[in-house]
């Protein structure tokens, strides 16, 4: 068994392995985390706190091969097997959240009570090298999945934003409502524009919108939640 194995009987049946350890997500995951190291490795070139001759993107995709070859000796997970379907009553639609069209024709299917928005583009890194695709995934794909669940009746909706990326280096820590908004990216200033474009949706549409700012997740090696 996967460790993941291991630690998910106790909680469901239905969980299976492959769900989270396939390696199309697996990669995806790995790229995002090699371009924010590569990113934190680049700002401390700059600043002139990296050893002379360390070559940011090769020390990163160094570390993620290394990271690749860990991963499958502690799991012996190599090649998973094949995502299963949805659970009853479930169904899994893939589409770009930026298709207009076909982000209504979906979500008038479905007319759902409560929209939970979780899709972002999320790599603090991509969003400086890349600031239309940030904007256009996290703010113009929000406003479109938004107002496609306004029209399709829903009474509720749910943004996940960021806990931290919208305030920068705030002076007191921990942060609170009143923390006053000063991102130092694109990601930060994307999903602070995202609320504020959303309140507007609310205020048309009558729909109910909660943004939540989830923290960061706490780890060794990680110095702030």
């Known amino acids: 068994k996967t460790a993941y194995e291991i630690v998910s009987r106790d909680w469901s ?32 070139a700059v600043g002139g706190q990296l050893a002379e001759g360390i070559d940011p993107m090769e020390t990163a995709l160094a570390m ?8 499958d000796e502690v799991t012996g997970v190599d090649v998973a097997e094949p995502r299963r379907g949805p659970a009853e009553g479930w169904r899994d639609v893939r589409l770009d959240l930026r298709d207009d069209a076909g982000v209504a024709r ?87 524009a995202a609320e504020k474009y959303l309140k507007i949706v609310e205020a048309d549409t009558g729909m109910t919108v909660a943004s939540v700012r989830p923290a960061n997740v706490y780890e060794i090696g990680r110095a702030h939640v």
Not at 17 to 34: E, F, K
Not at 64 to 71: A, I
Not at 155 to 174: D, H, L
């Open 106 to 192: 979906v979500v008038a299917e479905a007319r759902p009570e409560v929209v939970y928005h979780l899709a972002a583009q999320a790599s603090v890194s991509v969003s400086m090298r890349e600031p239309r695709l940030d904007i256009e995934t996290n703010v113009i794909a929000s406003l479109i999945l938004a107002r496609a669940a306004a029209e399709a009746g829903a009474r509720r909706f749910v943004f996940t934003s960021s806990g931290g990326a919208m305030f920068g280096a705030p002076a007191v820590i921990p942060a609170d409502d009143d923390t006053p908004e000063e991102p130092r990216s694109v990601y930060g200033a994307s999903k602070g």
């Open 13 to 44: 049946s239905d969980v299976c392995s492959s769900d989270l350890l396939s390696d199309g997500q697996r990669a995806l995951d790995l790229q995002i985390a090699t371009e924010n190291l590569a990113g934190g490795l680049m700002d401390l």
């Open 64 to 71: 993620e091969s290394t990271y690749g070859r860990l991963w």
